[in-house]
């Protein structure tokens, strides 16, 4: 499998339709709902599922998907969220379903330096690990994507930066933590360190506290993000619906109405317009605006 591709324009299809969720963090039930509001909306649907309810890519090439970080944590099912991620990838044609990191993943690149002990992401599966390691080193696991204009990110920036930048920034720092896991308990300590280092753009806490100003792609919070930024859309911060702040489109719904009925959402994109799809307590699909 080729790596992940940064920009529509790396994909052979025209004019597809982006869709993504974010922060799905082991809820898979509620992920499934968010994803076949598609299908509820539109005459074709993204995914569909079998008879056990696995989800199946449907979405053919008029769809990209893109997983906005945070598959994983807190909710109780952890490895078949990125099991349902890895096999609509695979489904799907060649780069129409993108999974970028989020703070959560990049935990199980740097258990060390986050001290993040408690979380599944913290030491998961050995084959888990190998997986989501060799991803980010193949460049499948990303850090960025861009689309009509907007840059699909974690946690976002209040500054411009080169997708493809970041993308190989991390992909170098896979390489080195998958060569660092290949070895003993003090090549894979010493691997996260300098990889940490190398990659702190992208994935470094920063110095103001976690989630302050300063923090990378995968950590700053939404309350420090400026009216003026650049166009993107992200998740990492919990909002009950999507919101937006000058350019920036926030639709990290699932996790602050899980238990509820519906607030779930996906956000869905075209050349001209930027919508969320939310669905309602009573299970309906209602469309939210979020072009300017």
């Given amino acids: 499998m080729t790596p ?59 769809y990209v998907l893109v997983f906005l970080g945070d598959t994983v944590d807190r909710g109780p099912s952890n490895t078949e969220t990125l099991e349902t991620v890895w096999r609509l990838r695979e489904e799907a044609p060649e780069g129409h379903v993108v999974h970028l990191l989020g703070n959560h993943e990049a935990n199980t690149l740097f258990p060390y330096v986050y001290h993040w002990e408690y979380w599944y992401s913290a030491d998961p599966p050995a084959e888990v ?10 460049g499948r696991l990303a850090a960025a994507f861009e689309a009509y204009g907007r840059t699909y990110v974690h946690a976002g920036s209040n500054r411009p930066f080169s997708v493809a930048e970041v993308n190989e920034t991390l992909r170098e720092a896979g390489e080195r933590l998958k060569r660092g896991l290949e ?11 300098e990889a940490y280092d190398d990659a702190e753009s992208v994935v470094g806490m920063g110095s103001q506290g976690v989630r302050g100003a300063d923090a990378g792609l995968v950590w700053m919070d939404f309350q420090h993000m400026s009216e003026d930024a650049p166009p993107q859309v992200i ?48 299970g309906s699909v209602e469309r939210v605006f979020l072009s300017e």
């Fill in 235 to 282: 998740g990492h911060t919990k909002t009950d619906r999507p919101t937006r702040k000058g350019s920036v489109v926030n639709a990290n719904t699932i996790r602050v109405n899980e238990g509820t009925p519906g607030g779930e959402s996906v956000t869905v994109a075209t050349e001209s317009s930027i919508d969320a799809l939310v669905r309602g307590s009573d």
């Fill in 129 to 138: 690990k190998k997986r989501v390691v060799g991803d980010v080193a193949a």
């Fill in 4 to 62: 992940a591709p940064g920009s529509l324009s790396d994909l052979d299809a025209d004019a597809p339709t982006v869709v993504s969720v974010s922060d799905i963090h082991g809820y898979l039930s509620e992920a499934k709902s968010a994803l076949e509001l598609v299908g509820e909306a539109f005459d074709r649907p993204l995914v569909e599922a079998d008879g056990e309810g696995r989800l199946h890519w449907a979405g053919g090439d008029e």
């Fill in 183 to 193: 070895s003993d308990s003090k090549g894979w300590f010493d691997a996260q360190e």
